[in-house]
């Protein structure tokens, strides 16, 4: 199975954006620049990110994007569903009258197994897991991350 520039451009920006300190905005120009990216795909990949409920797009001088949520909610399976318009991996899973031996095909049902299966493995994680190296990801795309701090131990 493949997934279009457009779930990898989206999972990029949720990448870049979750990486940031939470509720810091980012702007479509720092992740066109960190990732090489047109400015021009970006503005659609973070329009639909927004109509889809995982970036809160904020307009103006000062706007930007930030998480609406947080990582762990995020579930990169979902995020694919919602970006791609078409996961059939072959024509005749998204068209009935595609082949003359589709009432009869195998490989057809062989192909919507294996379609399930990969989305169940992308189910299994969330941003969370994607930005869990957020140090060494910040050093990456030029943001400045602390590391998590240990929580301080309550004396008795």
Do not use: W
């Not at 954006?17 to 659609?44: N, R, Y």
């Amino acid at each position: 199975m493949k997934l279009t520039l457009l779930t990898d451009y989206a999972l990029r920006v949720l990448v870049f954006v979750g990486t940031k300190a939470e509720g810091e905005l980012s702007t479509i120009g720092e992740i066109a620049d960190a990732f090489d990216i047109s400015k021009a795909h970006l503005m659609k990949v973070v329009h639909k990110l927004g109509q889809q409920g995982y970036l809160e797009n904020i307009r103006g001088k000062n706007g930007g994007v930030r998480l609406r949520g947080t990582p762990e909610t995020i579930v990169v399976g979902a995020v694919a569903r919602a970006i791609e318009e078409d996961l059939c991996v072959i024509g005749c899973l998204s068209d009935p009258g595609f082949c003359r031996i589709q009432p009869a095909c195998v490989l057809r049902g062989a192909l919507r197994e294996a379609t399930r299966a990969f989305l169940a493995v992308l189910d299994t994680y969330t941003l969370a897991d994607l930005i869990a190296p957020r140090v060494k990801l910040g050093r990456l795309l030029g943001i400045a991350v602390a590391p998590k701090q240990p929580a301080p131990h309550l004396a008795p």
